[in-house]
């Protein structure tokens, strides 16, 4: 059965999270907003709830709604890829009275693979993406430069361009249209998104005070202040997300397993896998 998303019928999550992060609703402001974003930061990207949750209800119910997308980070530490991030803000924002509205983006890897939110505030649309982990809105104008992200309107496309920078670079990550997506699209992307070649793999990130930290299967990425390493390590992916990440390592090892699972199960239903894995 097909569910409707509407992100009004989840203001639980919205009570919830503020009593976790003590929020108080006050006025509509961008610093107000500012403040809950840098709390919701503390929930990571992280693929291994959405590839449990497909290999427990694999035909279907397998969507993480924003109460246990909360209730998960509240209990083990779990947050969530783009599409539950972005649904679990949407609602959470919606208890605070923020109208949002969500917005579709293009990838590298494809059409229609990322998504965010924005906000429209006294005539200024501002930018809120949870899946790249950003801590305060971003105006959506000509052009804006931060100390970590950039984003510029590209007048042959007629979009928006998300770039970030570290180790003195700059790399193109996503473009989109300032133009809402309606619940059945959206729907539709986030059931495919659980057979995109990215689920055939563990994936970790988080940002905070301290710098950023990326984990892709036995990759490990670290930046922040004077700190910069990225190289492969040998050890159990489980006890480098237990480090950095404080996750269970029964929750990363029952991921791998599971993986194993929903890798057959993709193969047998003809969905694309990765050439080193068949």
Known sequence: MKVTLDSRQHNNAGRHFAEIFRIKPKDLSVQHLSTIL???????????????????????????????????????????????????????????????????????????????????????????????????????????????????????????????????????????????TGRDDFQNYWEQSFHWMTMHGICLAKRNENGFTYLHNHYLKRSGRDLYYKGNFTEDIAIIARKYFEISPDIVRQAEQALRDNLYFDKELGFQVPRWLK
């Open 38 to 180: 840098s709390h919701f930061l503390n929930l990571p990207y992280e693929n291994l709830s959405k590839i449990l949750k497909l290999n427990r209800h694999w035909e279907s119910e397998h969507l993480r709604f924003p109460g246990e997308v909360v209730s998960d980070h509240e209990h083990f530490k779990l947050g969530g890829t783009c599409f539950s991030l972005t649904f679990a803000l949407r609602s959470i924002l919606d208890f605070f009275g923020y109208e949002t509205y969500i917005v579709m983006a293009d990838m590298p890897a494809g059409a229609n693979t990322h998504c965010a939110l924005v906000w429209k505030n006294r005539g200024q649309a501002y930018l809120l993406d949870p899946g790249y982990l950003l801590a305060r809105p971003l105006e959506i104008h000509g052009s804006f430069a931060g100390s970590f992200v950039s984003l510029n309107y590209e007048p042959t496309t007629d979009k928006y361009v998300l770039w970030t920078t570290g180790n003195k670079k700059l790399k193109r990550r996503y473009s989109f249209a300032n133009i809402p």
